[in-house]
């Protein structure tokens, strides 16, 4: 090997964080409150019948009373789920919804009207975590899609 063909080689290229791409998990969406309360009707369906729709419907981005009503039909959604069926609902979920289901628990422990069911929360995540892994946490704190 000659001694300039060493300065060719682009060494960015073996760099980790130029080989993924980047996925931002705020994006903006633009929902209103009659779509919110009405997703809120169909709880009805059953939660994984409706959990795909839960998950699309997130409200990034936005604010005030469409955001409140999201977190309401979140809660109502992940409370109406016994604590014995938690285990095999987590099983059947995959990875991308479990992400959502931890970060909705987290989002739901801090609202002062969620606490007193905070302990489901907890449920939610303990097993998500034992069926998914540490990731699913990490990557809700650092806001990363990929970690």
């Known amino acids: 090997m000659e001694t300039a063909d060493w300065r060719r080689i682009d060494v960015d290229q073996y760099d980790h964080e130029l080989q993924w791409e980047h996925v931002s998990l705020h994006t903006t969406t633009s929902y209103t409150t ?25 409200p990034w981005g936005q604010q005030g009373a469409v ?5 309401k039909v979140a809660f109502a959604l992940l409370t109406g789920v016994r604590i014995g069926e938690i285990k095999s609902t987590v099983a059947a979920l995959s990875a991308e919804n479990a ?10 422990m801090a609202q002062e009207w969620a606490l007193d069911k905070a302990g489901v929360l907890l449920v939610w995540i303990e097993e998500s975590i034992a069926r998914f892994g540490e990731g699913l946490v990490v990557r809700h ?6 970690v």
């Open 34 to 58: 009659a779509e919110m309360e009405q997703l809120g009707a169909q709880l009805s369906q059953g939660f994984t019948a409706i959990l795909p729709q839960v998950v699309a419907m997130t």
């Open 67 to 71: 955001r409140d009503t999201y977190a």
């Open 99 to 108: 992400q959502w289901v931890v970060s909705a628990c987290y989002g739901l």
């Open 141 to 146: 704190l650092s806001g990363e899609a990929i």
